[in-house]
């Protein structure tokens, strides 16, 4: 079942942060909650958690953006999506991504974007699999200022 985080589901959610970014401390607990409560609040905005038999195995976010052009069809972005490590490649990533982009259609969307830093080709694979694709946008970031997040590239 696909569903909202809610402030109780903070440790499985920081559980599955830590096998996305494994080099990257977690955000301290009090803190974590405040994020969260900020995120349930806002519009648009979900943490979304994956249970299966009752345990949070998967998560992503989901963010919903109003839009002005392609007649006024919002667009989303998903971002930190993660998968327990013990139920990796059994089909659990595809069916979260299944679920949150039908999400995104639900709402009207007209496009789901998603980057990954990961740069294995099974990963990539994946997202293809998923109805992704890399072949029609080039993404640019940019890292605040002797801020880059761990593990980025520079």
Not at 33 to 39: A, G, K, P
Not at 48 to 65: I, S
Not at 75 to 97: F, I, K
Not at 115 to 124: C, E, F, I, M, N
Request: net charge negative.
């Amino acid at each position: 079942m696909l569903r909202a985080a809610e402030l109780d589901d903070l440790p499985d959610v920081q559980r599955l942060y830590g096998v996305l970014h494994p080099d990257e401390p977690p955000v301290p607990v009090d803190e974590g909650r405040r994020i969260l409560q900020r995120t349930i609040d806002t519009p648009g905005t979900d943490i979304l958690v994956l249970e299966d038999d009752g345990a949070v195995v998967a998560t992503a976010c989901l963010v919903v953006v109003p839009n002005l052009t392609r007649e006024g069809r919002p667009w989303a972005v998903v971002e930190n999506v993660a998968v327990d490590a013990s139920v990796q490649r059994r089909g659990v990533g595809r069916r979260l991504m299944a679920q949150v982009m039908q999400l995104a259609w639900d709402a009207g969307c007209y496009k789901v974007m998603l980057q990954t830093s990961a740069t294995g080709a099974d990963v990539h694979a994946f997202y293809r699999e998923c109805g992704l694709t890399s072949q029609t946008k080039t993404a640019f970031m940019a890292y605040a200022p002797g801020r880059p997040p761990v593990g980025a590239a520079r």
